[in-house]
């Protein structure tokens, strides 16, 4: 779209690329956190520890300047959160069951949010503002990307370089190069046209809008993986997730609350 003028390409100095790099290099941590969370356990299970995001965005605002307080009322929202999270981890008759793996590697990703939300707000926020680098929001999102797929490769080599080829091969033998090609261009083409709709839609709506949707999303998300991956959901899975997710809600309620007026003497 770019290269067809359909939308103008940002005008960006290598200064301004370089401001970039630390949030796209969070956005490639954050979203190769989710997948292999997905990918080493339940989808419903990386989602409901996803859920406890509000938790390292609140810890990420206080420790990294300029500090970011909120109200107290949204930090007692962290308490369901977290509550709801670890109920979701007690099955019946076992005691605590966690997938370790799973949960470090959700919690890689929300750590690697939080930090990309607090150090991106301040550059992305610049960059608007500046009409003459062309960055509205679908661009901004595209610049992250490019710069997070630039981030990942690196890391893909590193891990998986050696055994890439055999798993290709393995791959295409029992699925065939032009059903493994379509997933993947599918998936890449949602995956990019979603958020690049998420952004826009933040952009153009309220706080509480946005937050009434990202709920119903989470929602939706954990129950349609369970019952397409056929993934158990027992009684303390569904009230945990249930309370978290009220938690989160309720956290992005108050946190964006505005602050009381100062009455007039």
Known sequence: MWATGFRKAPNLTGADIQKCLPIGLFACLAHCGTVLA????????AQIVKACEPVFAAVVGVLVPPMDLKPMLAYMMLIPIVGGVGLACVKEGKGVDINVEA??????ANAAAAL??????????ALKSDPTKNMDAANVYGVMN??????????????????????WDAAVAEYGTSSIMKNILISGFFFYFYNECAFA???LVGSVTSSVLNTAKRVIIIVVSAVMFQEPMERNTVIGSAIAICGTFAYSLTSKAPAPKKKKE
Do not use: H, R
């Not at 990309?116 to 926020?125: A, E, H, N, R």
């Not at 490019?146 to 798993?167: A, H, K, M, R």
């Open 116 to 125: 990309k939300g607090k150090l991106g707000s301040s550059v992305t926020k």
């Open 146 to 167: 490019i710069i997070s797929f630039v981030c990942t490769v690196p890391l893909v080599i590193y891990n998986e370089g050696s055994t890439l080829q055999p798993d």
């Open 201 to 203: 839609f933040t952009a």
């Open 103 to 108: 949960f470090a590697f959700a919690s890689l």
């Open 38 to 45: 997905s990918a080493v356990g339940a989808v419903s299970f």
